[in-house]
T-cell receptor, first 114, second 114 residues
Framework: GDSVTQMEGPVTLSEEAFLTINCTYTATGYPSLFWYVQYPGEGLQLLLKATKADDKGSNKGFEATYRKETTSFHLEKGSVQVSDSAVYFCALSEAGAGSYQLTFGKGTKLSVIP | DSGVTQTPKHLITATGQRVTLRCSPRSGDLSVYWYQQSLDQGLQFLIQYYNGEERAKGNILERFSAQQFPDLHSELNLSSLELGDSALYFC?????????????FGEGSRLTVL
């Protein structure tokens, strides 16, 4: 079945450091790919998405490119802020039988220190 | 605020008991999804309803059941509770069932089974 593997955390960075969180996936077809973020005490919210190969999703300074050849969707940000401290989830969805469901990675906790 | 409302926010109960978690989707959303988040398993998809009908089933135990009512709110029933059922249960909603659609998550119901 479909699966998502993302780098284990926790990740601790200093403010203004460069961030990369690796994500690779396994899917039978052509999934859509997502990054969701969960701030402390809140539900998940969509950060960015890409629906086909070579698409780049971006939002709030975060970027990720859908790489079909390496089945990857790594999350990057050039300069992190304390407010970026959260848990980041990579996810994919694949339609089937008229419905779809998101398959999530286990999450990577990011802590940014001043 | 995602627009998805979950109640109760916290629930403590004993093994063998039964609980009901409630979810009100965003206005206009027809799909409701239930996810279980635990430290060891991560985010696991349980079940999806679309406009009152079950659409997809994931790793939902037979002791668990759900339904979506005509006003589109949903309830997740957990019975014969075990210690291992302690987790954060998220409800999410979306407009339809398209593969690239965004899910909007509630803040979750934290269940503790003692």
């Amino acid at each position: 079945g479909d699966s998502v593997t993302q780098m284990e955390g926790p990740v601790t960075l200093s403010e203004e450091a460069f961030l990369t969180i690796n994500c690779t996936y396994t899917a039978t077809g052509y999934p859509s790919l997502f990054w969701y973020v969960q701030y402390p005490g809140e539900g998940l919210q969509l950060l960015l998405k890409a629906t086909k190969a070579d698409d780049k999703g971006s939002n709030k300074g975060f970027e990720a490119t859908y790489r079909k050849e390496t089945t990857s969707f790594h999350l990057e940000k050039g300069s992190v802020q304390v407010s970026d401290s959260a848990v980041y989830f990579c996810a994919l969805s694949e339609a089937g039988a008229g419905s779809y469901q998101l398959t999530f990675g286990k999450g990577t906790k990011l802590s940014v220190i001043p | 605020d995602s627009g998805v409302t979950q109640t109760p926010k916290h629930l403590i109960t004993a093994t063998g008991q039964r609980v009901t978690l409630r979810c009100s989707p965003r206005s206009g959303d027809l799909s409701v999804y239930w996810y279980q988040q635990s430290l060891d398993q991560g985010l696991q998809f349980l079940i999806q309803y679309y406009n009152g009908e079950e659409r997809a089933k994931g790793n939902i135990l037979e002791r668990f059941s759900a339904q979506q009512f005509p006003d589109l709110h949903s309830e997740l029933n957990l019975s014969s509770l075990e210690l291992g059922d302690s987790a954060l249960y998220f409800c999410a909603s979306s407009v339809g069932t398209t593969p690239a659609g965004e899910l909007f998550f509630g803040e979750g119901s934290r269940l503790t089974v003692l």
